[in-house]
């Protein structure tokens, strides 16, 4: 049926009844059919931007325990952190940072770093630190005022002063109109909304913001995303990140009792271990733990030089040094210090030597962590993971310092940790890519090069997802037993999948490439679904989003008597065969449903249960992933259904007059709050045809 004039019932349904689409007036619809036939719209959900937009009696209710990412209208991937907060894609999303925005007051901000937009209005001033340093200052209390800043992983603190009002923090990696979106208010928590027109503001020189009044529609706008419960199973880190730090090394750190340490002119008391050092002696604490030749460690420590000038370093059981530095020369909290030992090993410990003059220093705490997916191939220490960061071969074994990746084939092939800003950016990545940090896999003229992803397949219905590109040469996405396979192809990222497979057990995602090439990849997924669902990220543990359920009371929005139409427009973004999943659903009980499905190929129908007993309308259709169609369903005065989409042929009718019964919830995506379609939908409707 088109969005204006009738639409007449095929030759068996003509006896049933003659139906058309009214014109909304004020959330109601109004409209003549054949036999002078009005219509009246009983719900009316836009789902672009909200799910509480337009005509609906009941407030609708959406239930997610865990964010979704979702692409927005420039197809930049965008994390809905927000628990049981609908993810409309396609469109334009504003999030504040920043909480209690109406009267800012000096707070912090964490990130993974990338470029974000801040503004206010008022005449006081934000000075920043940590992530960004820097300050805004205001230009009156009307006027809004903004500066673009990038970020660096960590807490970005907003140190207010004076008047700053309805002040907003907000992320714009990657997309191509970066100036400041609409204010969106927040109390104590964070807070987005959704927009369906492109950002309609300016920033001139001076940083003063101005709305130009145009607001152009956005026409990618997809709809409410419906998505069932999925857990990536990949125990890797999806994209290597800064924070990726091995288990803690050291023992009673914090020097919460005197116990752990073996000493040399040192006292452990309140928490603190004081080193008191005379003239030619040594001070010392050290603790049994190895540390490995050619590793890179992060040494975090708080200390204070109480008198004197010495400096402090590390040491081993014998007191030498295990490495030219870091060297702690001033007092400091929770100073960070990036080293590699100088032999394996050495018990560790903390150290002042002099030749002359006396000094004390106090040590609060230390802590020495692994920094994984670094290796020193050169000795030189590493900051943080990269680039350059290796697990290679050895001449012997393969070195394997990244955690959940085995590298195995190619003698001469290393695993990195590269910055891939652009691809990543090109892609839609950023918010994603914490650092723009990638996986980088290169070989030899040997052979070719693997690459496992922790996390065990079972032997169910599977799929598996990565981002990748070639760099050169040829490489492929398999399990670990070169099975189930698509080749990597293409300069661009993009996300490649296999899908709909039935697994081995204990079978591993692999990653491999041809000798002499390259391919760069992250984000591999692993999930128990017959298609690649939406992006769940892995840091180290399995990640599960949880499904969304959206519904709204049956009560005044579902007819009880008359021609009752439901109508909606549904993009399909996972099929497979044999898979049903619903668009529609009201359960009232095992014996008892009403519901819109699609068996994953090749029909599209509206079912009734009524006492045990299904009946079905159909619809022949063939969607594509990605396309639009307009499903209309019926059911009619007498209880015979029908039912159409945009495209595609009318299917079997085994519906009877028997009434349909509904249950005290309709839902948008599913059924009973189960087997969510993976798609999205908008323009949802329901009409009464009298």
Request: charged share 15%; glycine share 12%.
């Amino acid at each position: 049926m088109s969005s204006s004039g009738f639409w007449q019932p095929g030759p068996l349904r003509q006896t049933l009844w003659h139906c058309t689409r009214g014109r909304k007036m004020n959330g109601i619809g109004i409209g003549v059919g054949i036999g002078g036939k009005k219509s009246m719209t009983a719900c009316y959900l836009p789902l672009v931007t909200s799910i509480s937009a337009g005509k609906k009696i009941g407030e609708p209710a959406l239930t997610r325990a865990s964010g979704q990412y979702l692409r927005d209208f420039e197809n930049v991937l965008v994390r809905q952190i927000n628990n049981d907060k609908p993810v409309f894609t396609g469109t334009r999303k504003v999030r504040n940072f920043y909480l209690n925005s109406a009267t800012l007051v000096t707070q912090g901000v964490t990130t993974a770093g990338g470029t974000y937009r801040v503004s206010f209005y008022g005449t006081g001033t934000i000075t920043f630190t940590g992530a960004y340093t820097g300050s805004l200052v205001g230009q009156g209390a009307s006027v809004r005022v903004s500066k673009l800043i990038t970020l660096t992983p960590g807490t970005l603190t907003s140190t207010v002063s004076g008047s700053v009002t309805n002040a907003q923090l907000e992320d714009v990696t990657g997309q191509s109109n970066q100036n400041p979106g609409e204010y969106v208010p927040t109390t104590s928590t964070s807070a987005s909304q959704y927009f369906d027109y492109l950002n309609p503001h300016t920033v001139d020189g001076n940083g003063v913001v101005t709305d130009s009044g145009t607001r152009t529609p956005i026409t990618t706008a997809k709809g409410y995303l419906s998505e069932p419960l999925s857990t990536n199973k990949c125990t890797c880190y999806s994209v290597p990140g800064a924070d990726q730090l091995g288990s803690e090394l050291v023992t009673n750190g914090g020097f919460d009792t005197d116990t752990g340490y073996t000493k040399l002119n040192t006292t452990i008391d309140g928490g603190k271990a004081t080193l008191t050092i005379t003239a030619g002696s040594m001070a010392y604490l050290y603790q049994l733990g190895d540390l490995t030749a050619g590793k890179v460690y992060r040494l975090t420590i708080s200390a204070t030089r109480i008198s004197g000038t010495g400096n402090l370093t590390l040491c081993n059981s014998a007191g030498n040094n295990i490495l030219a530095a870091p060297t702690i020369s001033a007092s400091g909290s929770s100073q960070v210090f990036d080293f590699v030992p100088l032999t394996t090993g050495t018990d560790c410990g903390i150290k002042r030597q002099t030749a002359s003059g006396d000094y004390v220093w106090e040590v609060d705490s230390w802590s020495i962590k692994e920094i994984c997916g670094t290796n020193s191939v050169t000795g030189a220490a590493v900051s943080g993971l990269g680039p350059g960061a290796k697990a290679y071969h050895d001449g012997t074994t393969f070195q394997n310092p990244i955690p959940g990746m085995t590298l195995s084939g190619d003698t001469a092939a290393v695993l990195s940790i590269v910055t891939d800003q652009a691809a990543i950016d090109a892609a839609g990545l950023g918010r994603l890519a914490g650092g723009y940090k990638f996986y980088d896999l290169v070989t030899g003229v040997g052979g070719a090069g693997n690459v496992d992803m922790a996390g065990a397949m079972s032997a169910v219905t599977t799929s598996m997802s990565c981002y990748a590109r070639i760099v050169s040469g040829s490489a492929v996405m398999s399990d670990n037993a070169g099975a189930n396979s698509v080749a990597i192809s293409g300069s661009s990222l993009s996300r490649f999948k296999v899908e709909n497979f039935t697994a081995v057990a204990g079978r591993l995602l692999r990653i491999t490439a041809a000798a002499s090439s390259r391919v760069i990849f992250a984000v591999p997924q692993l999930e128990e679904l017959p298609y690649a669902t939406s992006e769940m990220p892995t840091n180290g543990a399995t990640a599960t989003r949880a499904a969304t359920v959206n519904s709204l009371p049956t009560a005044s929005n579902m007819p009880t008597s008359g021609v009752r139409h439901i109508q909606f427009d549904w993009t399909p973004l996972g099929l497979a065969t044999g898979v049903t999943r619903y668009l529609f659903g009201s359960y009232l009980d095992a014996n008892n449903e009403v519901n819109i499905s699609f068996n994953g190929s090749s029909a599209i129908a509206i079912n009734k249960k009524v006492a045990g007993v299904t009946e079905s309308t159909a619809w022949n259709i063939s969607p594509v992933v990605g396309t639009t169609y307009r499903v209309d369903a019926y059911i009619y005065a007498n209880n015979k259904m029908y039912i159409k989409a945009s495209t595609g042929t009318a299917g079997a009718d085994g519906s009877t007059t028997v009434a349909p019964v509904f249950g005290a919830n309709l839902e948008i995506g599913s059924l009973n709050s189960l087997n969510q379609a993976f798609a999205t939908i908008k323009n949802f409707r329901i009409e009464k045809r009298e």
